[in-house]
């Protein structure tokens, strides 16, 4: 009201926190029939609710069945009002994160791949660099070359995760290092010349 004249006192009215709260209507709000359906969504453990949590008279009521029931109302009103709805609205809020985890949950780390061995040499498939072949001398487990069979084109719009594209097989082959990957592409790799070919 200091800043702008056309408020006055009646302002308070309307300015509460119950109606802070279900004005937040939007998926995963805080108004009352989006926590009651974030709930349900995270009803595998039984939790069924009953009856439409509303506000009446300055509390939340929400009943949970069916067995044990448990009926709760909050009252909005001042500092102990809202430490007593704050734990309801803490649990709505982890049901609700618990609800997105699948959707937005990161792809399984990739397999380890078996590495082969030919004259004495180790060839491996290290996750830690995608697309990266290593050899590595058996005899003196010092590494010989590394050389990168493939790129990946990545969106930096995207999720990163979900764009990597690793190594899934590696095999000996008339002189050739055979490589696999996820996109069940396969490149050759001469271990002479290390000329890389992609098959068709």
């Given at each position: 009201m200091r800043f702008l004249e056309d408020f006055g006192d009646d302002i308070l009215d309307d300015v509460t926190v119950e109606n802070s709260v279900a004005a937040r209507g939007s998926f995963g709000g805080t108004a009352p029939q989006q926590v009651v359906e974030q709930l349900q969504c995270a009803s595998d453990d039984g939790l069924i609710l009953t009856g439409a949590p509303l506000f009446t008279e300055n509390k939340f009521w929400v009943k949970i069945g069916p067995s044990p029931v448990w009926e709760q109302n909050f009252n909005l009103r001042g500092?102990?009002?809202?430490?007593?709805?704050?734990?309801?609205?803490?649990?709505?809020l982890t049901a609700f994160v618990l609800v997105l985890t699948p959707v937005v949950a990161k792809r399984a780390a990739p397999k380890p791949v078996a590495p082969v061995v030919a004259n004495a040499v180790e060839y491996s498939a290290p996750h830690e660099q995608m697309g990266f072949v290593v050899a590595t001398d058996t005899?003196?487990?010092?590494?010989?070359w590394r050389e990168q069979i493939y790129t990946v084109r990545i969106d930096p719009d995207l999720e990163r995760?979900?764009?990597?594209?690793?190594?899934?097989?590696?095999?000996?082959?008339r002189g050739s290092l055979v490589v696999t990957n996820e996109r069940q592409e396969i490149f050759d790799l001469d271990l002479a010349t290390r000329k890389i070919t992609k098959r068709k």
């Amino acid at each position: 009201m200091r800043f702008l004249e056309d408020f006055g006192d009646d302002i308070l009215d309307d300015v509460t926190v119950e109606n802070s709260v279900a004005a937040r209507g939007s998926f995963g709000g805080t108004a009352p029939q989006q926590v009651v359906e974030q709930l349900q969504c995270a009803s595998d453990d039984g939790l069924i609710l009953t009856g439409a949590p509303l506000f009446t008279e300055n509390k939340f009521w929400v009943k949970i069945g069916p067995s044990p029931v448990w009926e709760q109302n909050f009252n909005l009103r001042g500092r102990t009002g809202m430490k007593r709805i704050l734990p309801f609205l803490i649990f709505a809020l982890t049901a609700f994160v618990l609800v997105l985890t699948p959707v937005v949950a990161k792809r399984a780390a990739p397999k380890p791949v078996a590495p082969v061995v030919a004259n004495a040499v180790e060839y491996s498939a290290p996750h830690e660099q995608m697309g990266f072949v290593v050899a590595t001398d058996t005899t003196k487990r010092k590494e010989l070359w590394r050389e990168q069979i493939y790129t990946v084109r990545i969106d930096p719009d995207l999720e990163r995760d979900v764009q990597d594209v690793f190594i899934t097989s590696l095999a000996i082959e008339r002189g050739s290092l055979v490589v696999t990957n996820e996109r069940q592409e396969i490149f050759d790799l001469d271990l002479a010349t290390r000329k890389i070919t992609k098959r068709k």
